[in-house]
């Protein structure tokens, strides 16, 4: 048996602690204090500490009080001539390259997790939560974005019925077994500008900045209608809520904070940017939707047209001092692809592939 080692007992008791020397003997841990007293302890009730590069060490009493071993290396020697065997975890983190293997792993899986495993996640959510959910989160946001970040409109309630009415008739044309569930919303953009916004539950929201920008182009106005009605169709916001929380949730774990989850939903809707993919999906239903009315899809490359003037100004404006914001509308890339797709859009529908709905991935 090693030599007694010296420590100090908390007996759970008394505050004030007591010198003693501790040994161990068969199953049982002795402490001999300065009075000659003699304290028996089961191995079994000493949680012993793991070995760190620093600090004293604390081995805690299951039945109350704790031992504290003031030289740690003369500790760890004592533990180990009682047949004390580290396990490897201990054992890799006295090493740096093991414990940077382990960050590295850590961060790879955070990254397979991200691109791989939340948006398989968000699809089987999306999947299985039921309409009146997702109605719900939709009318929330809606409502908090009314009392914030929108403004009211200004668009006569004679134009905001006509616009419902061509859009109803469009996407009844497009899919006579009947669209998606839509609310056609108006509302002064604000901060978010020249904008067209898709929420859960049906809600589109078009801004009367935007309606300005299009003037005069009424099909590019009803293209963009119904690109977000493919959001809607595709259920794209909800997804997006799902993937947010997915990974606030994962972070909140990590860092002990979840209150900011659920109040950051109206702001993630009103400035997401969609991937590529979701993008792509709404432009083939906004194409769609102008063919089947009769319009030409080519009529969308005007928006991306007017767009890029628009962030011109913007830029020089802001070159200028002016402070004006370039438009929220630039979330959704306008670049040559999305252009060739609307100019090409109604040739390649002649060859097939246009000629029917697309489908729901």
């Not at 204090?33 to 089961?42: F, I």
């Not at 093991?98 to 991200?114: E, N, R, S, W």
């Not at 490359?301 to 002016?322: I, N, P, Y």
């Amino acid at each position: 048996m090693p030599a007694p080692i010296a420590a100090t007992w908390y007996d759970g008791t008394h505050a004030r602690g007591r010198a003693v020397q501790a040994e161990a003997d068969g199953g049982t841990l002795w402490l001999l204090d300065e009075a000659g007293g003699r304290h028996g302890l089961a191995l079994r009730d000493v949680q012993w500490p793991e070995r760190t590069r620093h600090g004293q060490r604390v081995a805690q009493l299951t039945h109350g009080g704790s031992l504290v071993f003031a030289d740690a290396a003369v500790f760890d020697t004592w533990r180990q001539r009682l047949g004390h065997r580290e396990s490897w975890v201990v054992r890799a983190q006295q090493h740096w390259r093991a414990t940077f293997a382990a960050l590295a792993g850590l961060v790879l899986v955070g990254v397979v997790g991200y691109v791989w495993g939340v948006p398989w996640a968000a699809r089987g959510v999306v999947a299985v939560t039921p309409a009146d959910v997702e109605q719900a989160i939709g009318d929330s946001a809606l409502a908090q974005l009314k009392d914030g970040l929108f403004k009211p409109t200004k668009v006569p309630p004679a134009v905001q019925a006509q616009w419902r009415d061509r859009l109803g008739t469009a996407l009844q044309r497009a899919y006579p077994e009947g669209p998606a569930r839509w609310e056609l919303h108006f509302a002064g953009g604000g901060a978010l500008g020249a904008n067209a916004v898709a929420l859960p539950g049906g809600h589109i929201v078009i801004t009367d900045e935007l309606l300005e920008l299009l003037q005069g182009a009424d099909d590019a106005v009803l293209g963009v209608l119904a690109h977000e009605h493919g959001h809607v169709r595709r259920r794209h916001g909800l997804n997006a809520v799902v993937r947010f929380g997915l990974v606030s949730a994962a972070t909140s774990v990590a860092l002990g904070d979840f209150s900011a989850v659920i109040a950051g939903v109206p702001a993630l809707l009103a400035h997401m940017g969609y991937s590529r993919d979701a993008e792509r999906e709404a432009d083939a239903d906004a194409a769609y939707v102008l063919q089947a009315a009769g319009r030409d899809p080519a009529a969308m490359v005007l928006l991306f047209e007017r767009m890029a003037g628009r962030a011109k100004k913007a830029r020089e404006a802001d070159e200028r001092g002016d402070g004006a914001l370039p438009i929220a509308f630039a979330s959704h890339p306008a670049d040559e692809e999305r252009i060739r797709f609307f100019r090409t859009y109604r040739d390649t529908a002649r060859q097939g592939p246009g000629t029917k709905s697309p489908p729901l991935n």
